[in-house]
């Protein structure tokens, strides 16, 4: 059996209850540290919480177009089908979703588990009507002897077996070519040890990490067990958390020692939260900014890291999903037509707007580039020729902007 990438044999003598199964569960995900991290309670780090709010927060956001890909007198257009069917159904992908909690879910999942699987539910007259998400926890996946991929998914009903064209599955890197590997499991050890200094923090600064106060007997005192555990019951009670700074009174022979304390900056705790903070971020490419590490920020370079992330981060998953929703949502006919599904970045990868436009300017009055490669480079149709779509621009005599002319003439 194949549960999140970890292959389990089950015994033929006995069927391995839930209780056995999380036990070797915990085996897999646990950690040098001791913590078990899976792709299910990774979040309880802040920097992984982060990393995937950023991905699928952002690409919840952009708009998915069907568009055909056509060419018109040598250029490349693309023809946006708002009536397609495949744009109604990741406008609305079932009953129960709307489209931006379709999307945070698939790239969450996506981000964490490293893989995503949908049925697909089909009309009477033939198109898909609806996506079903199902947890990757669910979703077990085979390869056949001929290649194809069988998916035995488990749902309240029981498990049922689903062929390679029934589902929608988007997966990115896997070592065995089928099971998508998660992020979570490769960086578990990193994740690990953000958990544990988190968790350290929250028992210090509870008064709960380590004993501050050390009490010892007077000279010739001596108290029953009895006695020793009654009086560190009610201490831990008195002066536990809330009541630590509360007056105290020692019972007679008793005294307090020198104190325990230990100096966080002395400890490298902060400075540990801040590398691992750092180390969890570069495993998926994030920007220190977008897990809340401002400590080197400026305005020009958390820009430029802003944009980095769309290039390195947002892309790929993008394209993933892109590439996968082609091949699984559009039929054969769609794809001969140039039938193609893409989200509409905008300028987001081709930094901010207003320098984006200085440079087309510059080209632009400097003739190197026409209106129409001004509206290709935006990603819109281009303008007729009578217009002036493919003028370019020249130079006048004194240096001055001169008339628009258009593009040399062919040699006869």
Known sequence: MNLLGWEFTLSRKQDASIDQIIRRLEAAYETYSGIVVTPENCEESPTVQAIVNAISMKISTLPVHILRKQTREGREIKEQLP?????RLLNKPNDYLTAPN?????????????????IKARGVTGPIRRLFPVHPRDVQIEQEEDGTLTFRITREGGQREYEQDEVHHVRGRAS???HGDSPVVKAREAIALEIAAQRFGASFFGNGAMPSVVFKYLEGFKASAELEKAFLDDFKAAYNKRGRFKAMLLPRGIEID???SVENDKAQFLETRKLQRTVIAAAWGVPP???????????NNVEQQSIDFQQAVVLPYVRLFEASMERDLLTDEDRRDGVVVRFNLDGNLRGDFKTRQEGLRIQREAGVI????WRENEGMNPIDEDDGGDAYWQQGPSGQQGQAKPPPAEEV
Do not use: C, M, Q
């Open 83 to 87: 009536s397609h069917p495949v744009a």
């Open 258 to 260: 020198d104190s325990i």
């Open 289 to 299: 900014h977008l897990v809340g590490d401002l400590e080197k920020g400026t305005f």
């Open 370 to 373: 026409s209106p129409n490669d």
């Open 102 to 118: 379709y999307w945070l879910d698939a790239v969450s999942w996506i981000v964490r588990y490293g893989t995503y699987t949908a």
């Open 176 to 178: 065995d070519g089928i």
